[in-house]
């Protein structure tokens, strides 16, 4: 174990209330100290316990490590067509049809890639996303729609990714258009048997087009008898019951909430559910953006994430999804960058990491900047100048 000292930090986030200012625990001319794979030590330059080695921020920003709380790497094929046509405005590739296709698309291709194509697929996203400072991320299955593809999905993303989710429930498998209510018995009865011992969380999409609010209760039910945790996608595509539901439920987080209602709101203010946004995926639809304005004047817990897909939001960018969220959502850079660091962990409901403080994993991103509001205030820069994860320094060429 070796102590690591990152001293002469402009600007140090650390999310720590108790460390700094407000809710960012904002520190100036800071130092942090890792030991080993924790945080050690917080709190002026000048005062840094003496450590084995030593980094000189040069004045520059340090903030926790992102963390992505929502993506779907375990995939193979390509959708730029469909993207492009979407671009173009032709109403057959309507984001509204993506149940009837575009999901269905990648599906196809993912149970023709062999395991090694789909694992080095997805590593290939997980360097991709550590270079841009995502040091913990969530990843689901979902493009098998077989018990047999969703359970090696889940085998593969557990291999490489700590926060695993089984989202057999992503739309009906195509074998089962007639008969969706035998999908969801194979969702909760087989598929489940299948993927239970590799996920930690179990999702569905309660959607038109997709499954409706009993059948989404019965698949999160059987879920959490298996000891999987609760998380929704709602809210995508038009108003529906999925945010009910996840409150109601105690899932860990309904996530997109493009369409709420007032009592939606209300009910994610007085419920232990992060409400989770995804900018990307207006961003890359089309679709009007959520106000989280009106969500975190409520009270109510917000994530940040990527949502990164082949389909509607294939980005892996944090600092990109920061930047949207500040220019497109009402966010202020404070609450934007709390929101993809703090508020995917409380996502993910992690305390050890999305924070710098004592005791706190040793994930930190370290930006070519004087301050986090320059993720806002400089869109599409490739910020991200060194990431630390559980204490070992990352260059910009990842590993």
């Known amino acids: 174990m070796t102590a690591t000292a990152i001293v002469n930090i402009g600007s140090l986030v650390t999310n720590d209330p108790a460390l700094g200012d407000g809710p960012l625990g904002l520190l100036e001319d800071a130092a942090v100290v890792f030991d080993g794979d924790r945080v050690a030590w917080v709190g002026a330059a000048d005062a840094a316990p003496a450590a ?42 309507s984001y509204q049809k993506r149940g009837a296709g575009g999901i269905r698309t990648t599906v196809a291709a993912t149970r023709a890639a062999t395991d090694e194509e789909l694992a080095a697929n997805l590593a290939r996203f997980v360097r991709e996303m550590l270079r841009q400072g995502t040091t913990t991320l969530e990843t ?15 085998r593969v993303a557990a291999e490489q990714v700590e926060e695993v989710t089984y989202l057999g429930a992503h739309v009906v498998a195509p074998e089962y258009a007639d008969d969706p209510g035998a999908y969801v018995d194979l969702v909760t009865g087989e598929m489940l048997d299948a993927c239970a011992p590799y996920a930690r969380w179990i999702d569905v999409f309660c959607e038109k087009g997709a499954f409706d609010g009993d059948q ?30 996840a409150v109601e439920l105690e899932a860990a987080s309904a ?22 946004f995804l900018p990307g995926c207006e961003f890359s639809t089309r679709a009007v953006y959520p106000d989280v304005r009106r969500v975190l004047d409520a009270g109510a817990t917000v994530a940040l994430s990527t949502d990164c897909n082949p389909g509607s939001s294939f980005t892996s960018s944090m600092p990109f999804c920061v930047a949207v969220a500040v220019r497109e959502m009402g966010m202020t850079p404070d609450e934007a960058v709390w929101s993809a660091t703090a508020g995917g962990a409380a996502a993910l409901r992690r305390t050890d990491v999305g924070r710098l403080a004592p005791g706190a ?17 400089r869109p599409g820069v490739p910020l991200v100048a060194e990431v630390w994860r559980r204490g070992e320094r990352v260059t910009a060429g990842g590993n």
């Open 52 to 93: 084995d080695t030593a980094y000189d921020a040069a004045g520059r920003a340090l903030l926790p490590g992102f963390v992505d709380s929502h993506s779907h790497l375990v995939f193979a094929g390509d959708r730029t067509r469909e993207f492009a046509a979407r671009m173009s405005g032709r109403p057959a590739a």
């Open 140 to 154: 689901k299955s979902g493009y098998g729609l077989t018990a047999a593809d969703e359970a090696r999905g889940l």
């Open 216 to 245: 989404a209760r019965a698949i999160l039910a059987a879920g959490k008898v298996r000891g999987l945790t609760p998380r929704v996608h709602a809210g995508q595509l038009s108003y529906g019951p999925g945010v009910q539901l």
């Open 255 to 276: 996530d997109h909430l493009t369409h709420l209602t007032d009592a939606d709101v209300a009910a994610l203010a007085s419920g232990v559910t992060v409400a989770t």
């Open 361 to 377: 994993r040793a994930d930190a991103a370290l930006l070519d900047a004087p301050s986090h509001v320059h993720l806002a205030y």
